[in-house]
């Protein structure tokens, strides 16, 4: 069974530019969700989708937003980028109905310069 | 608002020793908890996850300890292991399954354990 993956691993972009980052979720899981992690802090949530909606977020500003596909596959977009959103990327999946923790990918490490 | 603290920000350990992470939450509605181990490099990873109406649950050697009443959980690893050196985060989340609901994580422990 594969797991989470996500790409690219890294990423460097300009204050005022957009990024997407992607996200396959684990086999079998219908539920993805992203987390933020700034240095030396734990992950923040910042939205969550199943069934191709999204279904919860974080406090975090419209300029995040985010797709699921039929496939459950993911995609995160940041418009506007600022230098604080310099982070890891986190995508982590999930059955709706699971009792274990989510799968965490290794996530996108974004640099805004 | 840090609802889900960890105050040691390091541990360390001898081979073969007890670690003890400590961790604490103000959100009362909390009643699922989880610690994830992560390494450099790689995404967190799911170790042992506790419901709110237990007070330990135990996975070879790993056991988490609940106390409701002060809002508080431990992870305690016996005997620990070099391979065990990573960063341990606590995560909580509301409703008893983890699976669908956010989860709010602490600061992370990094812990290492020595030969």
């Known amino acids: 069974e594969t797991g989470v993956t996500q790409s690219p691993t890294h990423l460097i972009k300009t204050r005022g530019q957009q990024v997407t980052l992607r996200c396959s979720s684990q086999?079998?899981?219908?539920?993805v969700s992203w987390y933020q992690q700034a240095l030396g802090q734990g992950p923040q949530f910042i939205f969550q989708?199943?069934?191709?909606?999204?279904?919860g977020r974080g406090n975090f500003p419209p300029r995040f937003s985010g797709l699921q596909f039929p496939n459950y596959s993911s995609e995160l977009n940041v418009n506007a980028l600022e230098l604080d959103d310099s982070a890891l990327y986190l995508c982590?999946?999930?059955?709706?109905?699971?009792?274990?923790?989510?799968?965490f990918g290794s996530g996108t490490r974004l640099t805004v310069v | 608002d840090q609802q889900v603290k960890q105050n040691s920000p390091s541990l360390s350990v001898q081979e073969g020793r007890i670690s003890i992470l400590n961790c604490d939450y103000t959100?009362?509605?909390?009643?699922?908890f989880l610690w994830y181990k992560k390494y450099p490099a790689e995404g967190p990873t799911f170790l042992i996850s506790?419901?709110?109406?237990?007070d330990k649950n135990e996975d070879g050697r790993f056991t988490v300890f609940l106390n409701k009443s002060a809002k508080h959980l431990s992870l305690h690893i016996v005997p620990s292991q070099p391979g065990d050196s990573a960063v341990y985060f606590c995560?909580?989340?509301?409703?008893?399954?983890?699976?669908?609901?956010?989860?709010?994580f602490g600061t992370g422990t990094q812990l290492k354990v020595e030969l």
């Open positions: 982590a999946s999930t059955r709706r109905d699971a009792v274990e923790g989510y799968t």
């Open positions: 086999s079998g899981h219908n539920t």
């Open positions: 989708y199943y069934r191709e909606e999204e279904n």
């Open positions: 959100n009362s509605m909390f009643d699922y």
């Open positions: 506790i419901s709110s109406i237990k």
């Open positions: 995560a909580a989340s509301l409703g008893v399954t983890g699976g669908g609901n956010k989860l709010t």
